[in-house]
């Protein structure tokens, strides 16, 4: 009797498990880490099945920082776009071009409008004057000339949606619809419509053959898996820049779309399609595809500036389609995407534009939520079944070989270019075996003290109170989110330890640390570890925090701040004076309950984390108290900076820039915001390898208020001019040590 009522509760287990899951797939619920699971098996996927090799097709104009110092800041004058096109057309004999960028403004920057206003005043009269002026008209009018460089070239402009909810403000003029309301009836793709736009002054839409939006689209983590190639807005359907462009590049014939109807299981599901340029691709319901990305580098990227001189390879843009973008500091769409967590938006365009010109853009088929809801409850039945009356053993090879089914569809399912979410399945079969072999274990066992202990492991004393509180707002599991980290050191500590007894040295630690301790509570930062003299905390978990970035900033002036008083009370005690360096980073980390079977520590991961350590241990390099990389300074609207260098530290390929926080930006004296300025236009100039401005600007600041940082540079000067840097020096300092 027993066993009968251990089965048959074990059985209502198992049906609420796989009703749970079908009530996800069925979008009653929504279950977080099923759709973690779902991405992470996509990303997967994707990564271990992308083609390799070069596009010869799609090239990348980009309009990078070498551009920007060589023609200027963006935006540029009409009169070095016209040039643009003009070379690209008339040089490279490009077959298309795509800007994924938008002309929303008039250029004034020829003084054309200045001598129109002189035309109406005194010099009306002076008929030299208006002779001359009609000359020069022509050439003045940059906005004109740049809508002539468009007519009747194949060139699709950029514009952006406004999605619901973020206002209605409509700039510019739209391109016609490409397709009428009803095109896709009774399916409405791309729903809800946005609400507002910005597009390109009329003379220019009107000039070029076709516009498409370039609006991106991010799932729930973040990360640009899907996008959409049309959206519904007023009257009518608007392709995206990359189908517009493929459509511009086939002659500008009008695109077509529609909804063909296909049949499985003897249900009829309606699923929408759209054809640019003879190219007909399937859509998702709602009007996206899943982005075919390459690996590795497929499109040549080109510098606009070398394009302008005509000194790009010919090779690399004859007969291609080129999309014009950006990857420039300050002007770079940058996007999450499975292959990287920063890749230029304009790269996510030339990839569908060589997925559709494949065939190889995929589409999830309308059927994939039944098949999925049905795979479900059948493969939730079976397995429960077998579990039942053969046990755990019998259990694992049946879930295995269930699973290894599961794969073999997706593999199938994937070679006809459908994506057909399966974490669901998966994770049934997953669930299933856990949870009756977790059952199995608990009942036979049925230790209370037991499970206590067992859940012990995973709440660290320091969380439980809170996370009591309001369980339901909080979670140990592993997430990844934009997160703060701050690290602190006391410099010299060896020296430090070597002056006291143990038992004196025990005191200042821990007066010193529960001083440190007490600041980062006051801002609701989390204690991750003590590392002897080093602390270690971060903000934005568990308890959020959308100001986490100041936050951190402002803990670290505080604990500078708070030195003084603390090496005056150790001073009377006749203790060494205590000077520290302190590293706070910004950026995406992981973080939850990690480590062994033995401990568990809540604690955040990552290669954010990594760079907040190495900010600690080079402060000392530049004299300073406290570092701060770039992401820490985008997060932080209430501090003011000062740029102090660019460096690779060890295990970074990639530059990163340092700032030393001044201090609120509304309490900031102006000598210090002086001396700031001062030492970013002489470090602008060190970058630029001008040795004498840059000395002569450092020695000014260093008569002023002399700091170790000015020497570090007047020093590094005087090396070069020793030993001039390479020809390819980007101006960035190289840490070799951690």
């Known amino acids: 009797m027993k066993r009968a009522s251990f089965s048959l509760a074990q059985a209502g287990l198992s049906a609420l498990f796989v009703l749970l899951i079908a009530a996800h797939v069925a979008g009653v619920v929504s279950i977080a880490p099923m759709q973690r699971a779902e991405a992470w098996l996509y990303d997967t996927w994707l990564k ?260 302008l001189a005509g000194k790009a390879p010919i090779a690399q843009l004859e007969n291609r389609i080129v999309l014009v973008g950006s990857t420039a500091p300050g002007l770079a769409d940058l996007r999450v995407t499975p292959f990287s967590n920063a890749f230029p938006g304009v790269e996510i365009h030339a990839h569908l534009i060589a997925g559709m010109l494949d065939g190889t853009a995929r589409s999830t088929p309308p059927w994939a939520d039944d098949v999925r809801l049905l795979t479900v409850l059948l493969l939730g039945a079976l397995l429960t079944v077998l579990l039942l009356r053969f046990g755990p053993l019998f259990g694992l090879v049946a879930t295995l070989a269930l699973l290894g089914g599961l794969l073999a569809a997706y593999a199938v399912a994937w070679s006809r270019f459908w994506v057909v979410p399966m974490a669901a399945p998966m994770l049934t079969l997953f669930g299933l075996y856990a949870l009756n072999t977790a059952y199995g274990f608990f009942a036979e066992t049925r ?175 530049y004299g300073v108290g406290i570092l701060a990389t770039q992401p820490t300074v985008e997060a932080d609207p209430e501090h003011a900076f000062m740029k102090v260098d660019e460096v690779r530290v060890k295990g970074k390929e990639l530059p990163v820039a340092i700032y030393e926080p001044l201090g609120a930006k509304a309490e900031l004296a102006e000598t210090v915001r002086q001396d700031a300025a001062d030492f970013e236009a002489a470090f602008a100039r060190y970058q630029a390898q001008d040795w004498d401005a840059a000395e002569s600007a450092l020695r000014a600041l260093n008569a002023r208020a002399p700091r170790k940082l000015y020497d570090i540079y007047l020093e590094r000067i005087a090396h070069f001019r020793a030993e001039p840097p390479p020809a390819d020096w980007d101006g960035v300092f190289v840490y070799t040590t951690k």
């Not at 397709?179 to 009329?202: D, I």
């Not at 779309?257 to 054809?275: D, H, I, M, N």
């Not at 330890?497 to 038992?503: H, Q």
């Open 447 to 621: 230790s209370k003290r037991q499970m206590t202990k067992l859940f012990g492991q995973y709440v660290p004393p320091e969380l439980a109170a809170e996370m009591s509180q309001d369980p339901a707002h909080y979670t140990m599991e592993g997430q990844s989110r934009d997160m703060s980290v701050l690290f602190s050191d006391i410099r010299g500590f060896t020296d430090f330890s070597e002056k006291l007894p143990p038992a004196e040295l025990a005191e200042v630690l821990n007066a010193y640390l529960s001083t440190m301790t007490r600041i980062v509570q006051q801002r609701r930062g989390t204690i991750d570890k003590y590392i002897g003299d080093a602390i270690m905390a971060f903000w934005n978990a568990p308890v959020d925090l959308a100001d986490h970035a100041v936050r951190a900033v402002q803990t670290a002036l505080d604990m500078q701040a708070a030195l003084p008083q603390l090496n005056q009370e150790f001073a009377a005690r006749n203790w060494p004076e205590v000077k520290i360096g302190v590293g706070v980073n910004t950026g995406r980390m992981s973080v939850g309950n990690m480590g062994s079977e033995f401990r568990m520590s809540y604690t955040v991961m990552g290669d954010a984390v990594n760079l907040g350590s190495r900010l600690e241990g080079i402060t000392k390099q």
């Open 48 to 307: 271990r099945t992308a083609p390799s090799g070069v596009d010869d097709r799609v090239a990348i104009l980009d309009i990078d920082e070498a551009s920007l110092k060589s023609v200027g800041r963006w935006p540029w004058n009409r009169d070095k776009m016209t040039a643009l096109v003009g070379q690209l057309f008339d040089h490279y004999g490009v077959a298309a071009v795509g800007f994924d960028v938008v002309f929303a403004e008039p250029d004034k920057s020829s003084g054309l409008d200045t001598l129109q206003q002189l035309a109406l005043s005194d010099l009306a009269d002076s008929r030299d004057f208006q002779n001359a002026l009609k000359q020069l008209t022509p050439r003045l009018d940059y906005d004109a000339r740049f809508a002539q460089a468009l007519a009747e070239r194949p060139v699709s402009l950029g514009y952006y949606f406004i999605p619901a909810g973020y206002g209605d403000a409509k700039t510019g003029v739209l391109p016609p619809p490409s397709l009428s309301s009803e095109t896709f009836s009774p399916l409405q793709p791309g729903l809800p419509p946005p609400t507002g736009y910005g597009a390109n002054l009329a003379a220019f839409q009107h000039a070029a053959q076709g516009a498409g939006f370039f609006n991106m689209r991010a799932d729930a983590d973040g990360t640009a898996r899907q996008m959409s190639l049309v959206t519904p807005f007023g009257a009518g359907y608007y392709l995206a820049l990359s189908a517009s462009t493929l459509r511009v590049a086939f002659g500008g014939d009008p695109a077509t779309a529609g909804v063909e109807q296909s049949s499985l299981l003897g249900r009829q599901y309606p699923a929408p399609w759209l054809e640019v340029g003879g190219i007909r691709v399937p859509l998702s319901a709602d009007g996206t595809v899943h982005v075919p990305y390459r690996a590795g580098s497929p499109f040549p990227y080109l510098s606009a500036a070398q394009v």
